[in-house]
């Protein structure tokens, strides 16, 4: 019975985060009407400067083990991929430091990860030259989308350390996205599926209000 009673409280409360954050979307919580660029501004508008790190997730923190984890890239490519965390940790390695922009508001400077830049996996899978988007899926369901444009940028990492130690798992270990240029949503934690696309399939934030893109210094936080 308790373990139900659990699993009741932890929808209720994901019912709670959704309701107030499409709330914010109703709303334009946090808009300033203000646009600037990263050459001219390092904090995009609205945004605050903090130097902890925030947790933000969907009421759901999948335990996945080290054993059990699963990268896919699939959908419009001539070479899909199924990597174990052993295989993707085998590939060439590569670090990137980078600020992230959270569309709750706050910003972090100078991020270091670690992990295998998104051009590199790319090039193994072979996109197919119809695929212009990718859905990606994380273990707690949740989703998000991208332009093929702006997932294949260098400075993206599939990431499975921060600060030279391992993703914890309230960050999105054993291993998340990191696309900085973009809010925080567009990084999904505790990624297992990329999907190429022909046509555009918004995911879980974009359908309830939140910008398809997602650029900070646009401001580019509700659609």
């Given at each position: 019975?308790?373990?139900?009673?659990?699993?009741?409280?932890?929808?209720?409360?994901?019912?709670?985060?959704?309701?107030?954050?499409?709330?914010?979307?109703?709303?334009?919580?946090?808009?300033?009407?203000?646009?600037?660029?990263?050459?001219?501004?390092?904090?995009?508008?609205?945004?605050?400067?903090?130097?902890?790190?925030?947790?933000?997730?969907?009421?759901?923190?999948?335990?996945?083990?080290?054993?059990?984890?699963?990268?896919?890239?699939?959908?419009?490519?001539?070479?899909p991929l199924r990597l174990t965390l052993d295989e993707?940790?085998?590939?060439?390695?590569?670090?990137?430091?980078?600020?992230?922009?959270?569309?709750?508001?706050?910003?972090?400077?100078?991020?270091?990860?670690?992990?295998?830049?998104?051009?590199?996996?790319?090039?193994?899978?072979?996109?197919?030259?119809?695929?212009?988007?990718?859905?990606?899926?994380?273990?707690?369901?949740?989703?998000?989308?991208?332009a093929i444009e702006d997932f294949a940028r260098p400075?993206?990492?599939?990431?499975?350390?921060?600060?030279?130690?391992?993703?914890?798992?309230?960050?999105?270990?054993?291993?998340?996205?990191?696309?900085?240029?973009?809010?925080?949503?567009?990084?999904?934690?505790?990624?297992?599926?990329?999907?190429?696309?022909?046509?555009?399939?918004?995911?879980?934030?974009?359908?309830?209000?939140?910008?398809?893109?997602?650029?900070?210094?646009?401001?580019?936080?509700?659609?």
């Amino acid at each position: 019975m308790a373990d139900d009673e659990d699993v009741t409280l932890t929808g209720k409360l994901r019912e709670k985060l959704v309701e107030a954050k499409q709330g914010w979307a109703r709303d334009g919580r946090l808009l300033t009407g203000t646009t600037s660029t990263p050459e001219a501004d390092r904090l995009p508008p609205g945004q605050r400067l903090v130097k902890d790190f925030p947790v933000l997730d969907l009421g759901v923190q999948p335990d996945v083990s080290r054993e059990k984890y699963r990268l896919r890239i699939e959908g419009l490519v001539a070479a899909p991929l199924r990597l174990t965390l052993d295989e993707f940790l085998g590939l060439p390695q590569a670090s990137r430091t980078n600020d992230i922009h959270c569309v709750t508001q706050w910003s972090r400077y100078a991020n270091r990860w670690d992990g295998v830049p998104v051009p590199d996996l790319l090039a193994l899978a072979r996109p197919k030259e119809e695929a212009r988007f990718v859905a990606l899926t994380s273990y707690d369901g949740y989703t998000t989308n991208l332009a093929i444009e702006d997932f294949a940028r260098p400075e993206n990492l599939f990431a499975h350390s921060w600060e030279g130690a391992p993703l914890e798992r309230q960050h999105g270990g054993p291993l998340r996205l990191v696309v900085p240029h973009l809010y925080f949503w567009k990084s999904p934690k505790w990624l297992t599926r990329v999907e190429l696309l022909r046509d555009d399939r918004p995911g879980f934030w974009e359908v309830r209000g939140y910008h398809n893109r997602g650029d900070p210094w646009m401001e580019e936080r509700y659609g």
